[in-house]
């Protein structure tokens, strides 16, 4: 038995132990190599050029490691001396690195999985704006007032995603009033007119106007559109000055809040008189 670095190693090793331990690493460095030039392929267009070879070196060492540690056993090293010396530092390492491998994990799930990608408009955790970076480590997010934002990858991958362009169409709606005394369903007809005559709006799913409700001062019209969303806010910015100007021509106004108010002093006075 011989001590080396920690390293308790047996002389009782057979040919038959190096020779499996030697197939065994061999094996381990073809399946490094199948790993890392297939990620090379998958992830090129993905991540940056130093980000994914660093990715790579990760991986290839972890298949060796694995196999490595494999085969001791076979060759009668132990490293439990090795093991127990190293682990005071193994734990501080840990603690340290906990944030950095759980940013990484995530990172590599954010790619896998594809929720968001460049040039998204997204919401994480009240955080909105433009996806202007996935790295391995953290994504950059450039909100809509023109501030950079770092979000660490755990805590997108952890939190809940709006991405407001995921999907082709996206809806918006919009509430009109008119006066009582205007024709609720010359209204609607108008207003049909109008979003129908829009370029962009989508005939399927298909717009809807509707009375919706009864309120204090008009009667209360709903809109709901549905639009590309390369065009989205553009429509719904322009749209709605567009139902009014129509309206108003029509003679169809968007009335003021109105409250009719009683003074008793006037109610006395009225019974008085008669």
């Known amino acids: 038995m011989i001590d080396v670095l920690g390293l308790t190693v047996y002389g009782d090793v057979t040919l038959y132990d190096f020779v499996v331990a030697f197939l065994v690493m061999f094996f381990a460095v073809l399946l490094a190599r199948f790993a890392t030039s297939n990620l090379r392929r998958a992830l090129s267009e993905k991540l940056k050029k130093d980000q994914l070879e660093l990715l790579l070196k990760v991986v290839n060492f972890a298949i060796l490691l694995i196999a490595f540690l494999s085969i001791s056993p076979l060759l009668g090293i132990n490293l439990s001396g090795l093991l127990v ?35 998204d408009q997204i919401n994480v955790d009240g955080i909105s704006g433009f996806v202007e970076d996935i790295n391995i480590m953290s994504t ?45 369903e010359k209204a609607v007809e108008i207003v049909k007119r109008v979003v129908e005559d829009e370029p962009f709006v989508l005939k399927n799913p298909a717009p809807v106007v509707f009375v919706d409700s009864l309120g204090d001062s008009a009667v209360n019209l709903v809109i709901r559109v549905w639009a590309p969303v390369s065009v989205w806010y553009d429509v719904k910015m322009s749209l709605l000055s567009k139902i009014k100007v129509e309206l108003e021509r029509n003679g169809i106004e968007i009335p003021f809040p109105q409250r009719v108010v009683w003074f008793a002093n006037e109610l006395n006075l009225r019974t008085e008189g008669e």
């Open 85 to 119: 010396a190293g682990g005071i530092t193994g734990i501080v390492i840990g603690f340290a690195s906990q944030s950095v491998v759980a940013n990484l994990i995530s990172g590599l799930f954010l790619l896998w999985e594809k929720p968001i990608k460049l040039g």
């Open 140 to 184: 950059i997010v450039r909100t809509y007032d023109g501030l950079y934002v770092r979000i660490p990858n755990e805590k997108l991958f952890t939190s809940k995603i709006t991405n407001y362009v995921a999907n082709v169409a996206r809806r918006f709606e919009y509430v009109v009033g008119i006066r009582y005394s205007d024709d609720a």
